[in-house]
């Protein structure tokens, strides 16, 4: 066994002893006990309509984008009437999550709320953005981002096969007003990347610790620098360039998660990740005021410094004359803790945007 390939079997190990331990701070990390039948939530005061084969049937529906069967959950308030138009909200789960992460955590208290008349009544969609082939890096399968990439076209398995697909069997709001797309980490940059894409569709945008700006460097180059430099990345070719770091574990580099969403080799990565950078977007795609709503939440201390590209990516979005709400967990880290912190506050932002975009009488 060669130095190289001993080092990498050494890296892989070290990883997955850190997240079997909780060393490395993750979202995947399944944060408390919950009510369950076959996995996920019961007495629920709302429906949680079940299209994926994680409890016992296989009810997944068909993507002829990706050409493979996909997981899908949709949530129906309590409240939810056939004969009335439903306000929505996508969910884009986070990396190494399943679909069903926030029906298992997070579903059983918005339900209550919902019941309770402390939320509007809201139809939740899950979509699945786990990778349809089975490719890695190192120890990881690839991160889709929900990105249409080499990897597979996610962002049109979402917008053309999900968004119909709901749309047509219930009685769904047709004003971009009325749609939110929301995720956490990975699942975070992604609904911002495509509320901003769809704005003439939905209405808000609600990231918690995404990666809102990937050509974000402090004043050293680096990732991971909290003096932002205002100059936008434009050097990929290095992808031994740490983009996090966990304690004591060894980092995590750029060509880990960047490819292989994209070549990294190509003289022209640059144009392409800015396509697909929320902060670039908001300028590229000419965002005007009123046009998105834009809820950022991180935590001060995020390991992928995605703290850093909040800030940018919120300040932007300001100067843009964008409705932005900004919320720092003063003590977060990249964590199910800090998401959970955040998460009080998303919800209000929710609830308000709402309150304020009800059609006039």
């Not at 939110?180 to 704005?199: C, E, L, N, Q, T």
């Not at 434009?234 to 966990?246: G, I, Q």
């Not at 998105?292 to 979005?317: P, T």
Request: net charge neutral; proline share 7%.
């Amino acid at each position: 066994m060669s130095a190289r390939t001993m080092t990498r079997a050494i890296a892989r190990c070290l990883i997955a002893l850190a997240l079997l331990a909780g060393a490395i701070h993750t979202p995947t990390a399944i944060a408390g006990p919950f009510r369950i039948m076959g996995g996920v939530p019961i007495n629920l005061k709302g429906e949680l309509i079940d299209l994926t084969n994680e409890n016992g049937n296989d009810n997944r529906i068909w993507s002829d984008t990706l050409g493979a069967y996909r997981n899908l959950y949709i949530y129906l308030p309590p409240d939810y009437d056939p004969a009335k138009p439903s306000k929505v909200m996508f969910w884009f789960h986070a990396f190494l999550q399943e679909t069903s992460w926030f029906a298992k955590n997070s579903l059983s208290e918005i339900d209550a709320k919902m019941a309770a008349g402390e939320l509007p009544s809201v139809v939740l969609v899950f979509p699945d953005g786990s990778p349809a082939t089975k490719r890695r890096r190192l120890s990881f399968p690839a991160a889709t981002m929900f990105m249409d990439s080499e990897l597979g076209n996610y962002e049109t398995h979402v917008m053309e096969e999900v968004w119909p697909l709901v749309h047509e069997r219930y009685n769904l709001s047709n004003r971009k007003e009325d749609h939110i797309f929301a995720g956490a980490s990975m699942g975070g940059g992604s609904a911002m990347r495509m509320a901003i894409r769809y704005r003439d569709k939905v209405g808000a945008g609600i990231s918690v610790f995404g990666p809102l700006d990937l050509r974000y460097q402090d004043n050293r180059g680096r990732y991971l620098g909290n003096v932002p430099l205002d100059v936008p990345r434009s050097n990929f070719n290095r992808p031994k360039l740490p983009v996090a770091r966990f304690g004591l574990v060894v980092p995590i580099y750029l060509g880990q998660f960047a490819e292989p969403l994209f070549n990294l080799r190509d003289p022209h990565v640059a144009s392409h990740i800015a396509a697909q950078n929320p902060k670039d977007m908001l300028s590229d795609l000419n965002v005007q005021p009123g046009e998105l709503s834009v809820f950022v939440g991180y935590g001060r201390y995020d390991e992928y410094n995605f703290d850093s590209q909040g800030k940018a990516f919120a300040n932007r979005a300001r100067e843009l004359g964008l409705q932005t709400e900004e919320v720092e967990d003063r003590w977060g880290h990249h964590t199910v803790r800090t998401a959970n912190h955040i998460l009080p506050s998303a919800l209000d932002f929710i609830r308000r945007y709402f309150s304020e975009n009800e059609p006039t009488p």
